[in-house]
């Protein structure tokens, strides 16, 4: 989402390239640019100011070490500006009451349905009962729609196709929960293609009547500055608790992320991509910064992995690197692992200078696939026993995945290349490093 703001951010450092200190004509130049990235982003014009200005009082207040760069000195300054202006601290979702429940808001073609969903699913990773409530009483897709993530995401959902009132159905699926033993019930209401009366003073008795623990104001990302007005103007009347920005994988310039905390003063408290209902991340604004300014984000590219990876499959595999018995169905087990972290141009994206280097790299979920074709097509015994697939058997192979003979020799040379390499390293006792070298998130 960020990177057209991170290229212009990081040529705006250029001019500071070179320069031994920090002064009042060479950071006005850089602030110039920055200022200028924020506001082709589509951030709020006052607020690129604002942020700016801060940034530009704390850079000519501070002495350069000899050790770091004027550049890496200011660099670190909008960071953390960048962050304070995100929020500072990560906010968690308040789960409160019994049953806790969760009022979600937002215009039509937002993403609450999917976003309900995906926050099921998140809260049921986290071991709680949780119900969905189908309250948009005008779409019938909509309910539809909630019923299948729900079944996809194996948590149950509340609905009355026939009622059309959506307090009554509310009440009636959290008294449902209280039978059930349901601790959460997410309410997913009805949106509009524009603000109204009728959907604010409906989603305004919503919230009266179910007194909720926490009320989340969905945000699509790729509407920019629309979506920071239209927040205000629903936090005007519904005092929500926080935001959730999804569609962030589409193409956006990611001016709502980084103007919506200052403009309604509510905390950003999930980010969302993709249609997965596992792509549903908590909001960091120290690790969005770091996105921003191409430092990555290997924390959260960590807890991703330590979410996704099953540590038994893990164990098993280290066990067969080190007796130097991988093979393709090991590999395919692993890919399977990596695949369910999500986006992979998203994950390359937190690595330290990827984000950059990726730059008009179509990089998509579809990347894996020729590997995979490739090695479905091979019989059990293949995949056990790579070193028997001769001319004739890669023929096969080759016709049987509708891939090229050149994309299966290429596979096989560089399993075979993976394996030498395993081996060279458990002869130097190096077993933890060759774990890591084909699982780098391996524990």
Known sequence: MFDNLSLKLEKAFQTLKGQGRITEINVAATIKEIRKALIDADVNFKVAKEVTDEIKEKAMGQNVLTAISPGQLLTKITSDELTRLMGSQSEDIKIEGNPAVILIAGLQGSGKTTFSGKLASYLKRQGRQVLLTACDIYRPAAIDQLKVLGEQVGVEVYSEPENKDAIKIAKAAIEHAKKNNHRVVVVDTAGRLAVDDQMMDEIANLKKVLNPAETLFVVDSMTGQDAVNTAKTFNDRLNFDGVVLTKLDGDTRGGAALSIRRVVEKPIKFISSGEKMDALDRFYPDRMA?????????????????????????????????????????????????????????????????GKAMKGVDINDNSFKPVEAIIRSMTTKERENPEIINPSRKTRISKGSGRSLQE?????????????????MNKMGGNKRALAAINPFGR
């Open 408 to 424: 299966v020799n290429q596979l096989l040379k560089q399993f075979e290349e993976m394996k030498k390499m395993m081996k060279t």
């Open 290 to 354: 770091g996105r921003i300014l191409g430092m990555g984000d290997v924390v959260s590219l960590v807890e991703k992995a330590q979410q996704t990876f099953d540590e038994e499959e893990t164990a098993r595999l280290a066990k067969q690197f080190r007796k130097n018995q991988f093979n393709f169905n090991d590999f395919l087990s692993q890919l399977e692992q990596v695949k369910k972290m999500g986006n992979m141009k998203d994950l390359l994206g937190m690595i330290p200078g990827m």
